[in-house]
């Protein structure tokens, strides 16, 4: 065997080792984001996000996994980090209408459920199910601005020059197995909360 062959022989068993080095190192990335990078948005029970105003909006599910006789308590607020006013916003990620409410008008957060499977990056392919309460507000009063206290979810609220508190959350629990507001039948469904000023967190949960 001539030195050429040797030098060959050595270049592929070279080449080999780094592509094998390349493959392990690429399982272990992969599995490693398997399992620690899990999608905040994924079956979770409880998700949050910071706005940029002084608040936190949090969406949390009583359960991730709901039986075909049981159902599904899901709740959403605003929660303040600091003091401040806050312009009444209209900028709703979803079509404010389809969400659920408070029978108020100018409630700053609602609900929805949409059937599927569906994430930060594909929410805009999903349709909530069934339009939410909608309220007739024509000629009433609805506040103007929110006034936050920082570690509270009491916001301070004016209605034609009187001030009151609010406490800004929605909960509503969707049945699995009878009427609703919203009866869900076996299948994975996506639960959404969004705000007037354009903050919106996702989870998902399982009816089986």
Not at 31 to 47: E, G, S
Request: include cysteine.
């Amino acid at each position: 065997m001539d030195a050429e062959d040797v030098a060959y022989r050595r270049s592929v068993r070279n080449t080999a080792i780094v592509l094998a080095v390349v493959v392990i190192v690429l399982a272990a990335s992969l599995a490693l984001t398997l399992v620690f990078d899990v999608p905040p948005n994924t079956f979770q029970t409880r998700t949050s996000v910071a706005s940029t105003f002084p608040f936190i909006l949090t969406l949390t599910l009583n359960s991730t996994t709901i039986s075909p006789t049981g159902g599904v308590a899901v709740s959403a607020f605003l929660n303040g980090t600091g003091t401040g006013n806050v312009t009444a916003g209209s900028s709703w990620a979803f079509v404010n209408s389809s969400l659920w409410v408070d029978l108020r008008c100018g409630w700053p957060v609602g609900i929805g459920i949409m059937q599927g499977h569906y994430t930060l990056d594909n929410y805009s392919l999903g349709t909530l199910l069934q339009p939410g309460t909608s309220l007739n507000c024509a000629g009433r009063a609805v506040p103007r601005w929110f006034y936050f206290g920082s570690q509270t979810s009491k916001v301070l609220v004016t209605l034609n020059g009187t001030p009151e508190f609010w406490d800004p959350q929605t909960i509503l629990i969707f049945n699995a197995a009878y009427a609703g507001p919203l009866s869900l039948s076996p299948g994975v469904y996506t639960a959404v909360a969004a705000d007037e000023w354009g903050d919106f967190v996702m989870t998902n949960f399982r009816v089986s």
